[in-house]
């Protein structure tokens, strides 16, 4: 690597050491890291799989001699940090192409990860017995031949008893995770991570009650170097903000319509001819993690709290008490409140979604700590209104704290590296107070 190249890997948007592999039909393998004109890579809590797509600039015959049908193996490789990272994809399909000047052509290249590829040859009829957690590894290790890592520790709360005919193995984990929860009674998820390269299980709660690992703020470049050179690109300048907006916040009505903060459950036991009404309380039954954003002020109409409006929603709980007596419970006969637990968490964990557009950050430089999706992080949001001094730093309360982390897009153009990141919460921000302060 050569000394400016060394240079701009350690800059806020630089990277070092970019490769991009095609390895053809026939085995023969051919270097196109200079012909990559964009790269995107998206990795997310809600997919177990990393996937992309990439431009290619085609000036030597690259769609015809390789030749590019979508059945490619590509590894991506870069250095950030002193630390290399590579990555295998298939080429799913090649889109997009179009004759520029000169007969310069360009393409696109949607890009499988080898769990999606292997997920979409695999069809298996098979039971399994176990904790939640564990029927989840070993499909993965069965069907999709990778191992997946638990977060802290992170298990299933209840034992199953599940047969799953002839399913994707991705849909299979897909059933369990959509109805059973983790053993602190929120959601589990399973994803894949870029920083390090390994599939994790993870529950919503552990996620939300990890350290924050750096802090993300808008700031302005400045050019602090005695001698004037540019210190726009250092490394205390990593993690800059270009934009950001707030896609989503506080939808009452929609929580409340869907009985994800109180409801019914109705248990039926035709064995027994018998049934009877639980009553839902979120705040009791699934409180947030982050402060509650719903004021304790306000009531409808009728001077009802959210928490106490049951007869939004009727969940219907069947149960037959002469059976499963001797065998681990099925999916369908869980703790009673537990369904309606986890889907209240499904449709409040992301009460709050901010988007950030920023430089990358690989590790953080406070501790090393991979920046990936899972981690939480310090967001700082300034009040909108007019900056009438060089000291404006008022920030707005509710809107900032700590976030976690649900997706990043890694996006490299000529070069340079930044990122789209989606942060979430299922609340308002540790400071925030529904007291209003005395005008200044």
Same mark, same amino acid.
Do not use: C
């Given at each position: +690597? ?13 990277? *070092? ?31 177990? !799989?990393?996937?992309?797509? +990439? ?17 490619? &193996? ?28 000169? *007969? ?25 017995? *176990? ?35 002839? +399913? ?6 897909? +059933? ?28 919503? =709660? ?32 990593? =993690? ?7 896609? &989503?916040? !506080? ?30 309380? !979120? ?17 409808? =109409? ?98 900032? *704290? ?8 890694? !996006? ?29």
């Amino acid at each position: +690597m050569s000394a400016d190249t060394e240079l701009f890997s350690n800059s806020p948007s630089g990277i *070092g050491d970019f490769k991009i592999l095609i390895t053809a039909h026939d085995g023969e393998e051919f270097d196109i890291s200079d012909n990559v004109t964009e790269l995107s890579l998206f990795e997310s809590i809600y997919r177990p !799989y990393i996937h992309g797509n +990439m431009v290619v600039v085609d000036n030597s015959m690259i769609l015809a001699d390789v030749p590019m049908v979508g059945q490619e &193996r590509i590894s991506i490789q870069w250095k950030r940090d002193d630390q290399l990272t590579t990555k295998v994809f298939f080429a799913n399909r090649v889109t997009n192409v179009s004759k520029q000047n000169d *007969g310069v052509g360009v393409f696109e290249i949607s890009l499988n990860s080898v769990v999606q590829t292997r997920n979409a040859v695999s069809l298996f009829s098979q039971s399994y017995e *176990g904790v939640s957690d564990e029927i989840i590894k070993l499909v993965f290790e069965d069907h999709l031949g990778t191992s997946v890592v638990s977060m802290d520790g992170t298990v299933g709360k209840t034992e199953h008893s599940i047969v799953f005919p002839y +399913m994707k193995p991705l849909q299979a984990i897909d +059933m369990i995770i959509k109805n059973v929860l983790a053993d602190d009674n929120t959601p589990m998820f399973v994803y894949e991570t870029f920083y390090p390269n390994e599939i994790r299980l993870d529950s919503f =709660g552990r996620m939300a009650e990890r350290e924050s690992i750096t802090r993300i703020s808008g700031k302005t470049p400045v050019n602090d170097d005695p001698e004037g050179q540019a210190s726009r690109k250092s490394l205390k300048e990593r =993690g800059n903000v270009y934009d950001e907006s707030i896609s &989503r916040a !506080y939808d009452l009505f929609d929580n409340l319509n869907k009985g994800s903060l109180a409801s019914n459950i109705i248990i039926t036991d035709p064995s027994t001819r018998q049934y009877e009404v639980v009553e839902f309380n !979120y705040k009791n039954d699934a409180p947030p993690f982050f402060q509650n954003w719903i004021s304790p002020d306000f009531v409808d =109409g009728e001077g009802l709290r959210p928490e106490e409006q049951f007869n939004t929603h009727n969940t219907y709980l069947p149960r037959n008490e002469l059976a499963f007596n001797e065998e681990p419970p099925n999916l369908n006969t869980i703790d009673d409140k537990d369904r309606t637990t986890l889907n209240s968490y499904i449709r409040r964990h992301a009460t709050t979604v901010v988007k950030v557009y920023m430089d990358s950050i690989a590790f953080t430089l406070e501790n090393n700590e991979p920046f990936t999706v899972g981690q939480t992080v310090d967001y700082d949001l300034l009040k909108s209104m007019p900056r009438l001094s060089g000291s404006y730093k008022e920030m707005d309360k509710f809107n900032s *704290g700590k976030y976690i982390i649900s997706a990043i897009r890694h !996006y490299i153009k000529n070069y340079e590296y930044n990122m789209s990141v989606e942060l979430i919460r299922d609340g308002i921000g540790e400071e925030a107070s529904f007291v209003r302060e005395e005008p200044r």
